[in-house]
């Protein structure tokens, strides 16, 4: 009985090794593919690479541990004994199997409207950085602002208006710096007007930086690296940069209460892995709306303005050219963790 007993083991370390050595290749597989990026961010896959070499180890262990299994049945007494219900059994591996299967089974794809429909489009810089503040972020910029910037120059004496500014300006020149999240950097003296363009709070301060960089340039082009942030830093001064050109790329996406000349051009924000994938980008305006399918990929060409969306007031882009392209090797953007200021050259 005792023999019957331990030998009955067996089925359940070989069904363990199947499933760990599956889960290994499944994992390699991803990895020669260039696939791994379709479900986890760039800076996760070190972790699962490593994770694949333990479930390997794993598989060999258990693959060891029938090898061992003496024909007396003995055995150490120092492993994890499985259930006797068989129905306990299958709901147990099957937890492990169905993953496994869905993995080598459902189409490797990038994901697009269908989830943004789901989440709902991000299409205003507060909705990215309010979870880390008590208050609205335009709120706060506006508490940052000099005083002389916020209240109309109809209402200021006329002395004390200069007065403020000559302050703001000596201030500026004798410090020469602003205090980001990622330091101290030096500012020249000329940068002054453009710090009381760019006030900022201890929670836009990188982005208030990267916005005066921006405001230099002609045309704003937002690229897969930092996507995120240069927009957000658009976003977030909007009125400075009216008026100015922007190039951004991404799927299309509509929602069922825009406008028929509008669209929004997205990308897939992920932070560790798919799951927690999020859509962001800006709305479109264009007479060639109806033109473009939603989850075309396309580079938009437009002048920044704004527009009032779900009682929002959004930025948006009058699209000047809109070209189709190939979606792009690298099916999400990520959060950029470097200092903000290398975004621009």
């Not at 916020?150 to 200069?162: C, D, E, L, T």
């Not at 001064?237 to 028929?260: C, Q, T």
Request: charged share 20%.
């Amino acid at each position: 009985m005792r023999e019957e007993e331990e030998r009955s083991y067996t089925p359940h370390y070989i069904l363990r090794a199947a499933i760990m050595l599956g889960m290994t290749y499944l994992i390699v597989h991803l990895v020669k593919t260039d696939r791994l990026l379709y479900y986890i961010a760039p800076r996760m896959m070190p972790f699962v690479k490593i994770a694949a070499l333990l479930l390997f180890i794993v598989a060999v262990y258990q693959i060891y541990m029938v090898v061992r299994m003496k024909p007396d049945g003995e055995d150490c007494g120092c492993d994890h004994v499985p259930p006797r219900s068989v129905l306990l059994n299958m709901v147990i591996y099957s937890m492990f199997l169905l993953p496994l299967l869905l993995g080598f089974f459902l189409p490797d794809t990038v994901m697009g409207s269908d989830v943004a429909a789901i989440k709902g489009m991000n299409l205003s810089a507060d909705e990215m950085i309010k979870a880390s503040s008590s208050e609205p972020v335009s709120a706060k910029a506006a508490a940052a602002q000099p005083p002389a910037a916020q209240a109309p120059a109809a209402q200021a004496p006329a002395a004390q208006a200069p007065a403020a500014e000559d302050q703001a300006s000596n201030q500026s020149t004798d410090s020469g710096s602003v205090s980001t999240k990622s330091g101290s950097a030096k500012l020249p003296s000329e940068d002054a007007k453009l710090q009381k363009l760019f006030p900022a709070d201890e929670y836009t301060e990188d982005y208030a930086k990267l916005g005066m960089k921006l405001y230099r340039k002609d045309t704003i082009t937002i690229k897969e690296v930092g996507f995120m942030e240069l927009l957000t830093a658009v976003d977030l001064y909007k009125d400075n940069f009216a008026g100015k050109k922007m190039v951004i790329s991404g799927f299309i996406y509509r929602e069922d209460d825009m406008a028929p000349n509008q669209f929004a051009v997205s990308r897939l924000a992920m932070q560790c892995c798919s799951a927690d994938a999020s859509p962001y980008g800006v709305m479109v305006e264009s007479s060639r709306s109806k033109d473009f399918p939603k989850d075309t990929w396309v580079t938009v060409t437009g002048t920044i303005g704004k527009t009032t969306y779900n009682k929002n007031t959004i930025m948006k882009l009058d699209a000047v050219k809109i070209e189709k392209i190939k979606a792009s090797k690298t099916p999400y953007v990520y959060p950029y963790f470097d200092d903000f200021s290398n975004l621009i050259k």
